[in-house]
């Protein structure tokens, strides 16, 4: 390599390492200014909340409203000797429970298969020692989901009527709860100022805007009617199934921070 060459290389060599040397000075500012800032930069965002006094309300209300979907669970034991027999007895009973309710309106939209079991059943001795294997059991539980609460009723009678060995239910819903829910919510907040009001009044302060506000607990949530439990009648001419729907309710529950001034 000739000198004029070795010159050159040596100069960009040079030349790089300035650069570096310029960027980690560049840097090191930064991060130095960034540093010194700190403590000025999070004294000026200081949010209104945290340099004024405040006041946290909590405000709940709740809204009764007629229900208008029900869900009702149908269910169908069989015990036999052998897991195939019990089965093959159930689903054969549980087959007429669905065309019952299907010849009542009941669409497959409406209908849910919610479990399928077959479990051994075992006696087990006295004194202790090893079980003996007596038989299966085998159950099969349908979801019925009810718009027309009318159906409830006679969709009970005739799964019964068909073989059913249980019945659980009816849950009482609202299809769509979302207007009862705001309703509720609307009248949770207007108690949370009533009750700032008051309390700001009654500590010589005045209540200012709202800074904090959120949702708690089951707003929304309706309050199921407690399930009903029937079991098969042998009578075929036993007296229809009588339902009430009644009213469920919808909670909502809110906190509020507001300022207070004097």
Same mark, same amino acid.
């Given at each position: 390599m000739d000198s004029s060459s070795l010159r050159a290389r040596t100069a960009g060599h040079s030349a790089r390492a300035l650069r570096l040397a310029r960027t980690l000075v560049a840097v090191t500012a930064v991060v130095a200014l960034a540093l010194w800032q700190t403590p000025a930069q999070a004294q000026a965002t200081r949010?209104?909340?945290?340099?004024?006094?405040?006041?946290?309300?909590?405000?709940?209300?709740?809204?009764?409203?007629?229900? &208008?979907?029900?869900?009702? %669970?149908?269910?169908?034991e069989s015990r036999a000797r052998t897991a195939a027999q019990a089965a093959s007895d159930n689903a054969r009973v549980q087959t007429a429970v669905l065309d019952a309710l299907r010849r009542l309106g009941v669409t497959g939209a409406q209908l849910q298969t919610r479990s399928v079991q077959v479990t051994p059943e075992f006696q087990y001795p006295r004194e202790g020692g090893r079980p003996t294997l007596t038989g299966y059991a085998a159950r099969n539980e349908i979801q019925v989901t009810l718009s027309d609460l009318a159906? #409830? %009723?006679?969709? #009970?009678?005739?799964?019964? %009527?068909q073989g059913a060995t249980q019945v659980s239910g009816p849950h009482f819903t609202l299809a769509?709860? &979302?207007?009862?829910?705001?309703?509720?919510?609307?009248?949770?907040?207007?108690?949370?100022l009533a009750d700032a009001q008051v309390m700001a009044r009654a500590a010589g302060v005045r209540v200012g805007r709202i800074l904090e506000m959120s949702s708690q607990g089951s707003a929304g949530a309706p309050e199921f009617a407690r399930p009903a439990m029937m079991l098969r009648t042998a009578a075929a001419d036993a007296a229809p199934t009588p339902v009430e729907a009644g009213r469920i309710t919808i909670e909502a529950s809110v906190q509020l921070r507001v300022a207070i001034f004097p």
């Open positions: 949010t209104e909340a945290d340099v004024t006094p405040t006041l946290m309300v909590t405000g709940q209300a709740s809204v009764s409203v007629a229900p &208008d979907r029900a869900e009702v %669970g149908v269910a169908v159906k #409830i %009723g006679p969709v #009970i009678d005739a799964a019964l %009527g769509n709860p &979302d207007s009862a829910r705001r309703e509720a919510l609307d009248a949770a907040v207007r108690k949370a």
